[in-house]
Nanobody
Framework: HVQLVESGGGSVPTGGSLVLTCVISRADRMGWFRQAPGKEREGVAVIYVDSGNSYYRDSVKGRFTISLDNTKLNLQMNDLKPEDTAMYYC??????????????????????WGQGTQVTVS
């Protein structure tokens, strides 16, 4: 198992910003997904460690940026909207479906995601 610890969530007004951070020990690709109560899990962004290529779900493009800083996986979230409210999780080596620059799907592997950090936008 890979150890992952997320931080950085909080409550912000619409249009606000947050930076989520995940300390991750090793992976070939890393991603963020989110889940709101009563809703399906959504892949948010993924980055490949070797190439640095990144992919985003369409609804966050231009607002969110995923990046790596040594063992830290970051998600810069700008212009937050109420529909971004969810528990956010980082995942190591998730199964992903991408097309062009879009992240179409992300499935975390059992035991390879953290405890989550809550983001609330009002």
């Amino acid at each position: 198992h890979v150890q992952l610890v997320e931080s950085g969530g909080g409550s912000v007004p619409t249009g606000g910003s947050l930076v989520l951070t995940c300390v991750i020990s090793r992976a070939d690709r890393m991603g963020w997904f989110r889940q709101a109560p009563g809703k399906e899990r959504e892949g948010v962004a993924v980055i490949y460690v070797d190439s640095g290529n990144s992919y985003y779900r369409d609804s966050v493009k231009g607002r969110f940026t995923i990046s790596l800083d040594n063992t830290k996986l970051n998600l810069q979230m700008n212009d937050l909207k109420p529909e971004d409210t969810a528990m956010y999780y980082c995942a190591a080596n998730p199964d992903v479906v991408v097309a062009g620059t879009s992240l179409l799907g992300l499935t975390p592997r059992s035991g390879y995601w953290g405890q989550g950090t809550q983001v609330t936008v009002s």
